[in-house]
């Protein structure tokens, strides 16, 4: 096969699945698993190796990120249910100040959105900043644009959230080397995103909060004195970023013979991994948030399941993303790829931010944005074989491109524009633009880290 009909297969591929899920409105599940048998065919593969490309790729992407979103899933839903992300919210804000709540809003974002979808977390957010709004005078915007950015940037680049999770898990890069940068690029991010934007954009548009300011919230008493402390929220949260960051050390320390290999450092590799990680910090959740505050075990069990709902859909849609990849490796396409990439001078970085930004802006959802890119840039990653902390920054490169440009084919701009109570237009100058800047600061963080990497 040559290059020109290797990129007519790829383009062909992802113009299908375009096709399938803008104008079929077919699931992302079913359109992947269609688009993958699509190109395999393109590619001269048998049809008897396409069926096993489809469940060896599906097999060997599940086995992991079912595991780690599921688990995720459930720790959210406690921290959710349980008042723990307004009680961070409340507690930041009484340390920063009013003048500096916008500061405070931002950190609460990225908090709440490592272990609650971003969607959650805005609404269990937002009477805050309405709240805040209300007393200050100040546009909604001034304080929501700073949550959201927070949201934004910890939801795409930091796991255990579902994208990151199936970006590095289809990679094959390390999860830990994954939050270090995530953390370490994304808060730069989320600051000139949030504060700094939202400060310039709340002058030129104002949103007054709603005059009904009643929320519920399942049940759970909202009581400042009823809610879980501060100090054991950010406990909760820093536990499995915690263990995770010590497994990867542990294991880069044994690899560089930074020290030998022993029963304390394989125990600390084990306590490490993301799925122990996330079953010790879900058990403490579930005894810290729930049971030692008087929930039924039955509520418990409701809450867990009820998690377990939207984290299937993102579970199912990264098995396609897997099955994408397997296709391309098995055909021999993401060989080629790889061979023409490595003569050429474009950064495999800002190819994988390319692919991610041009679904997200086609067919809306990051998901299958971050999904899809990781899919077609794993091949070429296998043959080029770079180091973890490379592949890291690939992940977070994906995850600032299907970021970008989030406009009226996405749930989220139809959200915020809903709880901001803005028109279409002024979803767009604010929503729309926040996302952007996450997406070109990401990819700019992303380039600069690597050039020290």
């Not at 084990?270 to 122990?276: C, E, K, M």
Request: glycine share 10%; with cysteine.
């Amino acid at each position: 096969m040559s290059v020109a009909y290797i990129i007519f297969i790829v383009i062909s591929g992802v113009t299908l699945l375009l096709f399938l899920i803008l104008k079929a409105k077919i699931s992302a599940f079913i359109s992947l698993l269609l688009a993958s048998v699509f190109v395999g065919v393109l590619a001269g593969m048998p049809l008897s190796a396409i069926t096993a490309s489809i469940q060896n790729g599906m097999g060997g992407t599940l086995g992991f990120v079912a595991t780690v979103v599921g688990l995720g899933a459930i720790f959210g839903q406690m921290l959710e249910s349980s008042g723990g992300a307004e009680s961070l919210a409340r507690y930041l804000v009484k340390k920063f100040g009013r003048e500096k709540s916008s500061w405070a809003m931002v950190l609460t974002g990225f908090l709440v959105a490592i272990p609650v979808f971003l969607d959650v977390g805005l609404i269990i957010l937002i009477p805050v900043v309405y709240a805040l709004s209300r007393d200050t005078k100040r546009s909604l915007l001034y304080y929501g644009i700073p949550l959201l950015a927070g949201l934004a940037v910890a939801h795409s680049f930091i796991p255990p959230t579902p994208g990151p999770i199936a970006v590095a898990d289809i990679i094959h890069a390390d999860i830990g080397w994954v939050i270090i940068f995530g953390i370490i690029l994304g808060l730069p991010t989320a600051i000139i995103a949030g504060p700094v934007f939202g400060k310039y954009i709340s002058a030129k548009i104002h949103i007054n909060p709603p005059s009904d300011l009643s929320v519920t919230h399942n049940g759970f008493s909202r009581s400042e004195k009823d809610m879980p402390s501060f100090q054991l929220v950010f406990f909760l949260i820093a536990i499995p970023l915690i263990l995770i960051l010590i497994g990867t050390f542990m294991n880069f320390g044994v690899s560089r013979m930074f020290f030998t290999e022993s029963f304390i450092t394989r125990i600390l590799v084990f306590l490490g991994h993301p799925f122990t990680a996330l079953i010790i910090a879900t058990l403490l959740a579930i005894w810290l948030l729930c049971v030692r505050r008087g929930v039924h075990k039955q509520k418990i069990l409701e809450l867990s399941t009820k998690a377990l709902g939207p984290a299937g859909i993102i579970i199912l849609i990264t098995g396609a993303g897997g099955v994408l990849k397997q296709i391309l490796i098995d055909s021999g396409i993401g060989k080629i790829i790889a061979e023409s990439i490595a003569g050429s001078s474009m950064p495999v970085i800002l190819l994988a931010w390319v692919i991610a930004a041009l679904v997200r802006i086609t067919q809306g959802s990051a998901t299958v944005a971050m999904i899809t890119a990781a899919g077609i840039i794993s091949p070429v990653l296998q043959v080029l074989n770079p180091d973890q902390p490379d592949l890291a920054l690939i992940v977070i490169a994906i995850a600032s491109g299907a970021t970008i440009l989030s406009h009226v084919n996405d749930s989220g701009f139809w959200l915020v524009n809903k709880y901001f109570g803005m028109d279409e237009k002024q979803t767009l100058r604010s929503w729309t633009v926040m996302e952007t800047i996450i997406a070109f600061c990401g990819l700019g963080f992303t380039l600069l880290a690597s050039i020290f990497i």
